[in-house]
């Protein structure tokens, strides 16, 4: 079995439909043994991880169509990748409301890192975790989180590489405030 982020078009969903999400996908793909483990809303795609032969993917992607047209597969592999290329991709995951691979790209940066940066880019992949419990509905964790995330950034410097910290410092207290997660570019 071969683990893939599915990206399949939202017509019509909110995070509000999660949950029922992962039971239809569930039930479109009962017959062939391939595992739904989430479903998570963003404006323009409902996300699903899932696991299935590689050979029957694009069964998978056809069975799960009437949900949505395939917008783009990624084969889920440990990558091992350069820092500037991981801190570019967890960016364009982040601004396209693909947080859980921007979760993972940050991670992959993290493990390179030391010190002060190593909590820097924790408190990024906290607030990406943040945002996709929000896209399966689960606000309340979302809302956790955000603490978590304000504390590992902590007093780090104002920018790192291209991301504003102290723009996402504002949102995360903004949001605290508020009690509402907002998505926001970073």
């Not at 029957?56 to 990558?79: C, F, Q, T």
């Not at 290329?85 to 493990?111: L, M, P, Q, S, T």
Request: glycine letters at 6%.
């Amino acid at each position: 079995m071969a683990r893939y982020m599915l990206h399949l078009k939202n017509r019509e969903f909110s995070p509000l439909d999660s949950r029922k999400l992962v039971y239809e996908a569930r039930d479109l793909c009962s017959d062939m043994g391939a595992s739904v483990r989430v479903a998570r809303v963003a404006s323009d795609f409902v996300e699903f991880d899932v696991e299935v032969e590689k050979n029957k993917l694009d069964l998978l992607v056809e069975k799960l169509s009437p949900i949505g047209a395939l917008d783009n597969a990624r084969h889920i592999a440990e990558e091992n990748i350069e820092k500037e290329k991981g801190i570019e991709d967890g960016i364009f995951y982040f601004n396209n409301e693909r947080f859980w691979e921007c979760h993972e790209a940050f991670e992959g940066v993290w493990k390179q890192c030391y010190g002060r940066e190593k909590e820097l880019v924790q408190g990024i992949i906290l607030l990406a975790v943040a945002f996709a419990h929000c896209q399966k509905n689960d606000y309340q964790i979302g809302l956790g989180m955000l603490d978590r995330a304000m504390e590992k950034l902590g007093t780090s410097p104002a920018m790192y590489h291209a991301i504003d910290v102290d723009r996402i410092r504002k949102k995360i207290t903004d949001m605290q405030e508020s009690k509402t997660l907002t998505i926001f570019e970073i």
